[in-house]
């Protein structure tokens, strides 16, 4: 632990849970791509390098969210920025998602939409695709509340994010075996660290886990 660098322990200490689940996700419309290679940022770790990272955010550019989408504009994994404030924006774009895509979600955003058919009906197709999720702000334990009304993400009765971490996450682990049967499992992330959140050390947390 010694030799490890302060990015590296930093990183450590944010965690990505693994449960047990199977289910969706998707969205679209333009904000930025980053505009000058030689200019973007490099975080500490280089594994996710090669990523051709597609993000839609949706909701209110505001606070952490704000300055969460400047920060992830200087990066070199991140191909091209997409904002949405509508439920019918993400489900015109269904059939675009794949594995390769990020869609944030401002927590605010999601008050009202926990019994919304029609987002639970676009998280349906989009999970097995492994589509990653995240909520960004101060209630991102809603997250959580609207996956599960499409996939049992909270067996035990517990939220992950009870305690609304600025960023949770969830994307839906997919393995395929020889004989082709499939197995589907959840990974959830929490950022743990709620004062003084650096936006780099999140997306490099985030790059990480994805």
Known sequence: MKNMTKSARRLLSYAAL???????????????????????????????????????FVGERTGLANELLKALSTYRQIKSIFMMTSVGE?????????????????????????????????LEFILPRETKILAIGNSTSLLFEVLD??????????????????AAGYKLRVATLPDGRKYYGDSIYIYAEKRNVNVHTLIDAILMWI
Do not use: C
């Not at 047990?20 to 333009?30: N, P, R, W």
């Not at 401002?106 to 019994?115: A, F, Q």
């Not at 009304?149 to 600025?166: C, E, H, I, T």
């Open 18 to 56: 693994t449960i047990l689940t199977a289910t969706v996700l998707a969205g679209y419309v333009v904000l930025i791509t980053p505009q000058n290679a030689n200019e973007a940022y490099e975080g500490p770790l280089r594994s996710y390098e090669i990523m051709d990272i597609k993000v839609i």
């Open 90 to 122: 993400l489900t015109s774009m269904v059939d675009k998602i794949d594995h390769s895509w990020i869609i944030i979600f401002d927590s605010k955003w999601l008050r009202d939409k926990v019994e919304n058919t029609q987002l639970h009906r676009f």
């Open 149 to 166: 009304r499409v996939r049992d993400v909270m067996p035990d009765g517990r939220n992950p994010a009870y305690f609304d971490p600025p």
